[in-house]
């Protein structure tokens, strides 16, 4: 079984960046497509964004897109989410996620994914 850790969050004020990791135990990394959720106190956990095994293909949320990246290193076992021009609304506890399949197109729905990390908090200030 996977074990997914993050890093990354903090604290930053409005139009900052932030870079987040997921490092993950699994020497077959490479067999799970991953994803970044959110989750805001008292409100669903939502998607973020996702990306394929092989990293060809990605896929972001509306409301982070043309701000946030995801991307990954198959040889480092790692996941990130580069956040740029971040605002207040982005503030969150930012969950890693894992999915032991290779998949040609990126699934958004939270279910899909078996593993999960615990989480990291990024505040955004304004």
């Known amino acids: 079984q996977v074990q997914l850790v993050e890093s990354g969050g903090g604290l930053v004020q409005a139009g900052g960046s932030l870079r987040l990791s997921c490092a993950a135990s699994?020497?077959?990394?490479?067999?799970?497509?991953m994803g970044w959720f959110r989750q805001v106190q008292g409100k669903e956990r939502e998607f973020v964004a996702g990306?394929?095994?092989?990293?060809?293909?990605?896929k972001h949320a509306d409301s982070v897109k043309g701000r946030f990246t995801i991307s990954r290193d198959n040889a480092k076992n790692t996941v990130y989410l580069q956040m740029i021009s971040l605002k207040p609304e982005d503030t969150a506890v930012y969950y890693c996620?894992?999915?032991?399949?290779?998949?040609?197109?990126?699934?958004?729905?939270?279910?899909?994914?078996?593993?999960w990390g615990q989480g990291t908090q990024v505040t955004v200030s304004s």
């Open positions: 996620a894992g999915a032991r399949r290779r998949s040609t197109v990126v699934t958004s729905t939270r279910n899909a994914y078996e593993y």
């Open positions: 699994e020497r077959t990394f490479s067999s799970y497509d």
């Open positions: 990306i394929t095994w092989s990293g060809r293909t990605t």
